[in-house]
C-alpha cells in the first residue's frame, strides 16, 4: 500500500521525539539516530515540496489546456454557423438563378407561340411577305404590332440574362467564400483535436502525481 509523503513525515516527527529517550544511555547512538531521522525528514520535505510545485504547475497547465481546447471548439463553431450561413446563401442564389431560367425559358416559349400562332392564323402577311420578298403595303399596323411585340420580349430576355449574369457572379463569389471556410474549418478542426489531446495528457499526468 502506497503511504502518503506527508503521512511519512508525521510518523518520522514522532519518532524523532521518542529517540532521545530510548537512546538515553547512548548519547552518542541517539545523536546519530536523531541525525539520520532530521535528514529522512529533510529529505521528505524536499520531495513534498517538490511534488507540490510539480502537481501546481500540472494542474496549471491542465487548467490552460482546457482554456485552448474551449477556445478552439468556440472557432470551430463560429465558422460552422458562417459556413452554415453561406450554405444557405449560396442555396439562395441557385434557387433565385433556376427561376430566372425557368423564367426566360417561359418568355422564350410564349414568344415563340405567339409568333407561331399569328403566323398560322393569318397574322403575320407582313412576314409572309417579307419572306416571299413582296412589298407589303397596307400591312403597317401589323408590322408596328409585331416590332413592339418582338422588342417588349427582347427587353424581357435581355433583363432575365442580366439578371442571371448578376446570379452567376455572386455564385461564384460564395462559392470561393464556401471553399475558403471549408479549408478554415479543416484546419480548425485539426488544431481542435491537437489540444484535445494535449489536454488529456496534461489530465493523465496530474493524476499519476
Known sequence: MKVCTGVRITLLCGLLAVLPVKGADDPAAAERDLAKVRERIETLQTRVSRDQSRRSRAERELVEAEQSEAQARQRVAATQAERDRVASRLAA????????????DAELLTLERQLRGAYLGGQAQ???????????????????YYQYLASHRSELVAGVRDTLAELDQQRAETEAEQARLDELDARQRLALAEVAAARETRKRALVKL
Do not use: K, M, N
Not at 93 to 104: P, W
Not at 126 to 144: F, H, N
Open 93 to 104: 442564389l441557385t434557387a433565385a438563378a433556376q427561376r430566372s431560367r425557368e423564367a426566360l
Open 126 to 144: 407582313w412576314l409572309r411577305a417579307v419572306l416571299s420578298q413582296e412589298s407589303p403595303t397596307d400591312l403597317g399596323r401589323t408590322l408596328i
